[in-house]
């Protein structure tokens, strides 16, 4: 199969820019594709809640609720704000485009290496968590969970690179199911709970003692500092907030308005969720530590347990497996219904993979935009195929790839690096709207419209003071946990893309053709045409034809004489065939071909500086990059030692061999040729 | 530091082809240059054969002499042989060149592909063997062995990037240190056993009961096959043996005579170190098991050790640390001389690193003569700086260390799939010297000619049918313990190498010029020559200007209209530049470069099918490597697919940026620039 073929089945057929408008995005599709983040947190969010509550024993599991409830405040908080941006922003640079507008560029590279940095981090958790998951009920998967989820990663990189209208399609049903499920769950449990039916959890009969510094319970400095980090990590569940007004232009229209009760919908959706998940968990009398490293904490009937692997201990001759909370709770609630448990287990899996699709989503479209401003290579800018922009989707699956890799794929590790980048950009985007609001209230006369300003001013002010304090809490209790990996990250992606902002930019101007730049435009006396000739065959003779055609004040044939003996039988062979231009051979004492050619070229423009020196060189095209390997190994660095010679043409004379026929398309660019040839076109 | 200035380091300055015959070595360089690989292996073969017998129990450590005397006959049987192929071939393709000439093209290469696998498989015995050494004297390497023999790999590897010359110097040394210290403790080791001073080794307390299958003795089948495993890897001492005969040109002159004597004095001091080896171990009472395996094959009072760690074997509270044979014997004979056993310690170690040195020579002037018949790319066969082989070298080192890795640098490992190569090749180069003999014999008249040629003929008989009957008892007894892997490698070098000149073979046919062959050098009627257009910049004007200096019989600058609004930019700005040139658009519903210029060309092409199509792209050349990544890759696409399209040119307008001054010698050959400025030249 060739790659082209391959590629088409990988990645659909390609569409035209005027196809762009049908890939809109309705909000009961748009919901799932951007939401998905957002909510599937609450299949983490609560472990990680339980697992740091742990440390203080389980009488700081009173907290859970207290701290669910302080992330819903914020959640809402944040998305009242970002209903702002949205309206007043409607073209989706997104907190990018409200930083860089109303703040400036500095805020806005801010924001954007932040964005970047939690959307490889999205992908990570996410298909980390599961994995994690999926383990419990895959045997198979326990013990191979790294490798699972790179191969997940690759997965969703392919899906995406087929474009964002199947992605809608594909992730809305799963989603959906998750949010039945959840909801669901949290509505029957509840019931039964009503009607004194709910059972305890199996991780009830545990008994978790608290650490030595948390004996006096959490009224102390210590326990302050570990609520703050509990709610921290519960914040997890407000990354994904950002992907709807970063996306904004793919709604279909009126599209603020669409974006923006999308954006309620989907908060209103998740903190139900949350709180409902840490209600059921103090019902059932949960417990839940790290699986990664703390299975030891949990004590049953006075002993502890003894970690075997990952979530299991042991307890004398029981083992203990522990599943994830949302495992638990819907084992308990519905225990009388069982194939709900299976729905609940399944969707919560595949909500979890489906999330890292959110950022596949926003981090190529961020990308693009900054590539568009010259902080990115240009390369980021292109849509590829399907309208999706591949380099991104490329570079993002293999950031999240290097994560998993490099953290094991444990999700309680990897979420302490996480949400960082989200508040930065939450806080700056925030300053800026009421920046933003600033500026347009100046302007403004009419009473209605600065009345409604205000309040947006006001709304945005609350979300800014809101996240700059939940950004505080984060640094302050996640730094040395791994948070200070993401700040790194995001200094040296700031750094990178200022340099290569500034690289474009001084090329630009080195380039730029200003009034007394006449010289450039002066056509060179005369041109002197240099034809390489190793041996004669026909390659050369269509280089020396081609060369006689451009009709060229001088006209030489230059061999490189690494071998006298060879030299000598091509001149005689030259002489032979009676070839119409005069041979010369440049000797290479250190048997070498490229300076020898690179000196004579020199000398030629040492002589007649005005002169402009082409140089002819006769390549093979082959049909396979092993044969490649076989051929024009020299031709190759001559051609780039060449460049580097001011004055100097070089000109390819390509001759193709047979193997060559057809096998243009495996150097085809993003989109193939089938299309062009009606093959698939309908 | 610049890359130029790191390769002078690491690899001295160049050399000019006609220093070549100043790097000649005399003898006494060039029996440590050639002989060390197989003066070596007395540091691993006595061990492997006490491994091996091990196996039979104690008792069967009555037979080690017994194949060592076998080893000793082949070994100076084979000498002998070789003595002819020197004198017969003094131009040094060796066994290649023998079976080439004599049997044909496919002996030829059956023999290269054997040797070409043997040499790597020295590299990585003789190094594997050299770190195990070195780990019972240096704690540290202990369980680092795989990453400590890979380092040493690289570091011969750029040793030999340096020359021959150095290597000769370097190796001289401990080459003859080595010869001192195991003769030496030969004869000093006797000399204690005639007064009755001998001590016994520190294993000699062990007791090595038989396998099941060996309780009856060797007086059985299997007792037999295992002699013949014994005596098989006893024969890794045979291979260098042909690095000689080989390297014959790299003698000083008399080259032929010279490298006789030197075969025979390595024969010579070969075979008396191996018997002096095995007879020590037979008075000191040793014992040796596999360190990687067999540890608890040692029984101390009754009691199986139980291995800990590689060579590592606890006995109740007491730990042994089985040292190599040469180990224990050292500290044996020199018990009363401490220093000495640290002198024959150090050269033992340090002469296996170097043994495979002789490789290093070896390989790379097999493959060049392999590359300058075609049946490897022509890139090896290039001398590279300083006169050495470097592609060569670099592909030893990198085969090495793949065996080095996959092996877990384990010597008895390893040595199951080696010998079968230099076997092979003996034969089959003995059987060539035979036709050699049957053939002169028909011409010469002379007959005292003839007589020395019956001779050398009778010479070269026995050892076809010693070195062949070896190759069948190696094959046997090994091929199911890892010969079959080496085998499957020279089968695989086989096909390549044949395909490889099969390729060159047609695509040389392809291109050559025969007599009704006018067409391919006819001049095209015309050129048209198109200058890709991206914006208006310095590149691109200096590429029309370069385009019309070559008075084209039609110019057309030609952009591709992804966005129209910056195409309609375009078209303004360069009506207002007034630029001589009409500007066309080519569209591009697919939001792509290289097609719509690819089309244009090809309509081009359809309707003046005589006319030359030259493509002018204006590049920028920058100086460093990320720098690239931000510039040109449209360019680069297009210029790669451009060639596949019959008729065309593509004519590279190279501008330099500032950043591009002196980076040109960062993309030099092999051969950079101080020289030629005088920098170093003196």
Redesign the interface.
Known sequence: MSGRVLKRLVVGR?????KLEQTLLPKRVALPVFASDALSSVAYAPDEIFITLSVAGLSAYAFSWKVALAVAVVMLTVVASYRQNVHAYPSGGGDYEVATTNIGSPAGLTVASALMVDYVLTVAVSISSGVQNAASAIDFINGKEVEVAVVLVILLAAMNLRGVRESGTAFAIPTYCFMASIIGMTVWGLTRWGFGDLPQVASAKFDVPSNPGFSHGLATAAGAFLILRTFSSGCAALTGVEAISNGVPAFRKPKSRNAATTLLMMGTIAVTMLIGIIVLANKTGLRYVDPDSDMSRLVLNGVHGHQTAPGVAMFGGFEYDQETVVGQLSHAVFSNFPPAFYFTIAATGVILVLAANTAFNGFPVLASILARDGFL???LR??GDRLAYSNGIMILAAGAIVLIVAFDAQVTRLIQLYIVGVFVSFTTSQIGMILHWNRHLRREEDRRVRGRMMRSRAINGLGAAMSGTVLIVVLVTKFTKGAWIAIAAMAVLFILMRA?KK??EL??E????HEG?SD?????S??HALVLVSR????V??A???A?????SILEAITVDVEPEETRALQQEWDA?DIPVPLKALDS???????PVIDYVKSIRRDSPRE?V?V?IP???VGHWY?Q???N?SAL?L????????G???????????S?VG??NR?????A?S??RGIRRS
């Open positions: 390609a569409m035209r820019s005027d290579p240009r390369q292109t849509r290569i690289h474009y090329v630009r080195e380039l730029a053709v730049d450039v435009a002066t056509l060179p005369r041109v004669i065959h026909k390659p003779l269509r020396l034809a081609y006689r055609a451009t009709r060229p065939k004492p250190y048997r070498e071909i490229t300076r402009v082409v002819y390549e093979y095209v044969e390997i076989l051929h190994q660095r051609k780039a030692r060449l460049l580097f010679t001011p100097v043409m070089v000109a390819s004379v390509p001759w193709q061999l047979q060559s096998a243009e150097y085809d660019g993003p989109r040729g299309v062009r």
